[in-house]
């Protein structure tokens, strides 16, 4: 690797976690996390209810299959959260007319008014996150993201 990128990588010399990009990702999304889990206890949520739901608002009707891979998590991890927010009554879920192998899961009235308490509590902690940014700069931080993502997708 070119050695532009020696002080940010672990087994070089120069290197300081401060300088650690993903030290600082999984620092910020586990501080996220946990203000966010606060703000939704109160409502008997937590972060992977919330995940789903609102995967399940961007592409309702969804599989279990195409949600884990919207959330990049297991299959056995996804279809235990989706059984615990069907029992509560925020989705439900149905056999697919085409393939009976494949189980569809629609948001419910109760599952959208639930997004909307999450919405509003999670506002407090985005604008939190973001004081002191400009809408450029987060664009910016989000398409370097997305870049980085797409380098180390399968």
Not at 13 to 38: G, K, M, P, R
Not at 57 to 81: C, F, G, H, P
Request: with cysteine.
């Amino acid at each position: 690797m070119a050695k532009k990128y020696n002080k940010f990588l672990s087994g070089s010399a120069d290197f300081n976690l401060e300088n650690s990009l993903y030290h600082w990702i999984t620092q910020v999304h586990a501080q996220y996390i946990q203000n966010v889990d606060h703000a939704l206890k109160k409502y008997g949520l937590d972060n992977s209810r919330r995940r789903v739901l609102l995967a399940l608002k961007s592409k309702n009707k969804a599989s279990v299959s195409d949600l884990s891979e919207m959330l990049i998590s297991k299959m056995s991890t996804t279809t235990k959260v989706i059984y615990r927010l069907r029992d509560e009554g925020l989705v439900s879920t149905y056999c697919c007319e085409k393939d009976a192998r494949i189980t569809r899961v629609l948001l419910t009235e109760k599952g959208q008014q639930t997004i909307q308490k999450i919405n509003d509590l999670s506002l407090i902690v985005l604008e939190q996150s973001f004081d002191g940014l400009t809408p450029l700069q987060i664009e910016k931080m989000l398409d370097n993201l997305k870049h980085i993502f797409k380098n180390l997708a399968p």
